[in-house]
């Protein structure tokens, strides 16, 4: 297991040496304390935040400033984890110059080590210019989640051989632009095993099956914290969900029937300071 941080140089290492790349989703100090302590790589602040964490139905209307204060929480619960944070939807897209300054803001106020943006050759300038301002990028290719209305929901890319070339071509761009890392998000595994073979920059997949260099995973999937998302890609590591709605039912009931707090959750006082207080007080 790496010890010490993790770093751009030390995730290309382990493309190099064949030791898989792990990464979760996370977005506050408490989860990040955890994970960094099992001995995770790379935490990434994704902008399924909207989803997982805000309540949306899509990662549209997360802003600049759901990134900026979620990664600056993450980045001050992880001590080791290289601390990857997503650029959110109209960040980048619109121009070089946006790109560059958002990319500036989520590493300055939010801490972030990495940032990562979606798309192949039509946000290669942009790569090129956060790349060219000292600031790692992280390519996103696939299912991209910011395009699900161009895709017309969240479904599987790359089957065609047109498709599928396009996200190879789409690969070798974003290395091209300087990228360091990219996630290959909903793709069949055997295309995805090509991508990570053509590139020298290490492959993240998720839904892209076993031969890419590391993985990642939304953690209320993997932790089974909603009983009703369950897709394909996930394995539940801990059924949590139930796990904690059993904890909270129980504190419920052991409030309700005073059995919680008991004798040894309470603070003492000398019985003389009460004697006195309840002859003042009570009549
Ligand atoms: O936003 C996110 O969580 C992601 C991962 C699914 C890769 O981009």
Redesign the pocket.
Known sequence: MMMGKNTVATVQEQKRNGDRIT?L?CYDYSMARLMDEAGINTL???????M?ILGYED?LSVTMEDMIHHSAAVARGAKNALIVC?MPFMSYQVSVEDAVRNAGRLMKEGRANMV?L?GGASVCPQIEAIVKASIPVCA?LGL??QSINAFGGFKVQGKTTDAARQIVEDAKAVERAGASMV?L?GIPAPLAELITRTLSIPT?G?GAGAACDGQ???YQDMLGMFADIRPKFVKTFADTGSFMKKAFADYISEVKSGVFPAAEHTYRIDEGVMETLNKEYIK
């Open positions: 990464m989703t990434l602040i994704g902008d399924s935040l909207g997982t990662t997503d990562k979606e996103h991209t989640p996630v998000e993240i998720i990642v995973l939304v």
